[in-house]
Structures are given as structure tokens and as C-alpha cells.
């Protein structure tokens, strides 16, 4: 069954917390309608600076309601492609040091360490449970049956990137291209399932993909100390068109295989990691602001190729997901909740991969951080990011 850790909420909802007697509950969202994961009125509120109440209200009405098992999912099915903020097991076996089926990863999941990098639920996991879905999407690698394969499979692997060559200084990993290999096994599946391609993909067209690559073609490429030829190669600019050349052939190839609902998320502000704080220092600054720059012509070129995509393909719908908004929203929510917002890792990291060290003891104090390990957020931030980016997905559902 789904699961969702209330007593985070509770932590920062108990009525005589400092959060709920200095901060006043906004008077314009009283008579509002009370559908949170519409949110279609209130976009213009989300982007005030000055709501991180409000927004961590509508998050607590959407873990609340998203419990009840009782209503359909939204869609009938949901894939997810990506990296490490996405995977869920399918670097378990695999030759990686980017693998976490081990603890204290998984320790406020009831399975425990499944190979999630993150103390509990992923981003994609509470997007599921805000579509309606009442069990997690089995990864490819635990070979799902017929009925699973039905509602989802996620295909996201740690390290992996746009590019094969992305991540695989660690070991092996997935990368998108073997991914979208795996969903045309998956596709073939079910057409034997369902009786004819033209059933199959009638089907397919109904589901939800998402997908968040190209932090590691960054973080575990463009920017690795090692990578000095690529940098020579290609300047910011260029290795964000190189990069989006390539995705934009491997998004092709999804729609190809039916996808018609397809959510893209941009790459986040990366140089805010406690890896890339600790490694590159920030001058004084939060945050490593030649890395978040560094990515911008990506996300800027992304945002362009789903308009062109939404000009070549009229029968589907794209959409996308502004991680940098996000995460910044996000990190307002934890500053007012707790006063403070630590940019520290909530466990005991290595100091050559940045995940946490095996049977570590981490920090009791889980809801006060953004980042579990030395990349990861934790639990917590991911079920504040979900509804946050939900109004760009429920626009193509």
C-alpha cells in the first residue's frame, strides 16, 4: 500500500507552533475553491514570495486527500524515465557505487531501503500518489508481471544522463537511450497483452510519463574536474544544445512509442547541493551561483524544444516542470516552518560519492532538512515539490 509520513506534517502543522501564531493564515484563500490539485486560481498567489503558508496548507490537503485510496487514478498509467532523484531499485544490482538498497536509506519508508536515494518517497512517487495511484510504480529491474506493467514501470537510474557517456566514472548505470530501450520491451508487453498495437498504444496514449534527466550530464560530466576535454569542446551554451539535441531525438522516440502525456522537468539549481557547496565553495553566497548559471541555457533551450513539440505533435501534450521555481518555493516553505534551512546533509556522507554511509545513524531531526544526503532532498521536500509541480501535469492529463 502507499504510504505518506503525516508526522512530518504534523511536525510543522500542531496548532501551537511559532509557524501557525506568527505567520496569519492568508485571507484571499478562504473563499476559494477548496480543489487543491486544481490550484487554477490560485497561480498567481503561488508565485508570491510572501505564502509559504499557504503553500504548505495546499501540500497538507493534498497528502490528506491523496490517502484516501477509495477514488481512480487520474490516468490509467505512469511511466517514469530519469536519474537518481527518480529511481527507485534499478541500480540495485547493477556495478555502481550509485546504488542505496542499504540503510539508513528507506528509513521512514515501512519497506525500508529499496534503493530510493532519499529517506522516503521520491518526487515521482508523490506525483503518483497525488494522480491516485495506491502502490508505488515497480522499477523495470524487479521485472514486473502483466498487471503491473499495466499501470507504470519506472525506468530511472542513478548517475544516469542524457548522454550514455554521463555517470559512468561510478559504474554502471541506465542512461535515457537504454531506458527508452527497456519502455519498447515493456510496449511490446503489453500489445501481446492487450491483442493488437492499435489497442495497445489507444492505451498508452492515456498515460502519464514524466521524466527529470540532465543533472548528471553536469554534475557526473560536464562539470567533473576530470572533464576538461568536453569543456574545451563545448562551451555552456553548446553542451546545452548538444544536450538537447539528443533529448530531443529520445522524447521523439517516446512519442513514437505511444506517449502522448509526456512532463518534462528542467534541471534544478544545482549548485545549491551541500556536494557542490562543500567541493566548490560559494564566495559568501548560498549557493555555487556559477554552477545554477551553468544550466540555465539548458533549461532555457528545453523550454523551447517542448514548444517545438508541441508545434510537430497536435495528437499529444507536453509539458514543463520548473524545477528551479520549485525548489526555490520549497526552500521558502522550510525556512518559515522551521526558521532555519539546513543546507546540510541529514546523514553522514562519503566523502568521494556524497550518499550515505552504510548503517549510519541519521539525523533525528529529518523534517528541518532540504538534503538527506550530499545531492538528494529528503522525503519531506519531495512531497512539498510534488503539488508544486502538479498544475503543469494536470494541464496535459
Known amino acids: 500500500m502507499r504510504y505518506i509520513n503525516h508526522r512530518y506534517f504534523i511536525h510543522f502543522c500542531h496548532p501551537t507552533s511559532t509557524f501557525f501564531s506568527i505567520i496569519p493564515f492568508p485571507s484571499s484563500t478562504h473563499n476559494s475553491n477548496p480543489n487543491f490539485p486544481e490550484m487554477g486560481s490560485r497561480r498567481s498567489f503561488l508565485r508570491s514570495w510572501s505564502s509559504p503558508l499557504f503553500l504548505f496548507v495546499v501540500v497538507v490537503a493534498l497528502a490528506a486527500s491523496s490517502a484516501d485510496g477509495s477514488r481512480a487514478p487520474r490516468v ?145 560530466n560536464y562539470i567533473l574536474p ?73 533549461n532555457t533551450r528545453l523550454k523551447s524544444l517542448i514548444s517545438q513539440l508541441k508545434l510537430s505533435y497536435p495528437d499529444a501534450k507536453f509539458a514543463y516542470l520548473d524545477s528551479v521555481r520549485v525548489g526555490t518555493l520549497v526552500g521558502a516553505v522550510f525556512r518559515f516552518a522551521a526558521f532555519r534551512i539546513r543546507a546540510t546533509s541529514c546523514c553522514q556522507v562519503s566523502t568521494v560519492t556524497g550518499l550515505c554511509l552504510p548503517n549510519t545513524v541519521p539525523c533525528s531531526q529529518r523534517p528541518s532538512y532540504l538534503f538527506w544526503d550530499a545531492f538528494h532532498p529528503t522525503e519531506l521536500a519531495n512531497q512539498l515539490a510534488a503539488p508544486l509541480f502538479f498544475p503543469a501535469i494536470q494541464r496535459i492529463l
Open 76 to 220: 490509467p498509467c505512469y511511466f517514469i524515465f530519469g536519474d537518481s532523484l527518480y529511481d527507485s531499485g534499478n541500480n540495485n544490482n547493477l556495478n555502481t557505487s550509485a546504488k542505496v538498497n542499504y540503510s539508513p536509506y528507506g528509513i521512514d519508508l515501512p519497506a525500508g531501503p529499496t534503493g530510493r536515494f532519499s529517506n522516503g518517497q521520491t518526487t515521482a512517487d508523490a506525483i503518483g500518489e497525488i494522480l491516485g495511484f495506491k502502490d508505488f510504480i515497480p522499477p523495470f529491474a524487479s521485472n514486473p508481471d502483466d498487471r503491473q506493467i499495466l499501470v507504470g514501470v519506472n525506468y530511472a537510474s542513478g548517475s544516469a544522463g542524457i548522454l550514455v557517456e554521463s555517470g559512468k566514472q561510478g559504474g554502471d548505470n541506465v542512461d535515457l537511450s537504454q531506458q527508452l530501450r527497456n519502455h519498447e520491451l515493456t510496449v511490446s508487453r503489453i500489445v501481446e497483452i492487450l491483442g493488437s498495437k492499435v489497442a495497445a498504444f489507444e492505451y498508452l496514449g492515456q498515460c502519464l510519463y514524466i521524466c527529470d534527466s540532465g543533472n548528471n550530464d553536469y554534475i557526473n
Open 226 to 298: 576530470q572533464s576538461t576535454a568536453i569543456r574545451n569542446q563545448y562551451n555552456p551554451d553548446q553542451f546545452a544544445a548538444l544536450l538537447i539535441t539528443q533529448y530531443s531525438a529520445q522524447i521523439i522516440r517516446l512519442y513514437e512509442l505511444g506517449a502522448r502525456k509526456v512532463a518534462l522537468a528542467g534541471i534544478s539549481n544545482i549548485g545549491c547541493t551541500p556536494s557542490l557547496i562543500a567541493t566548490l565553495g560559494t564566495n559568501g553566497a548560498p549557493c555555487v551561483n556559477s554552477v545554477n548559471q551553468l544550466v540555465v541555457p539548458f
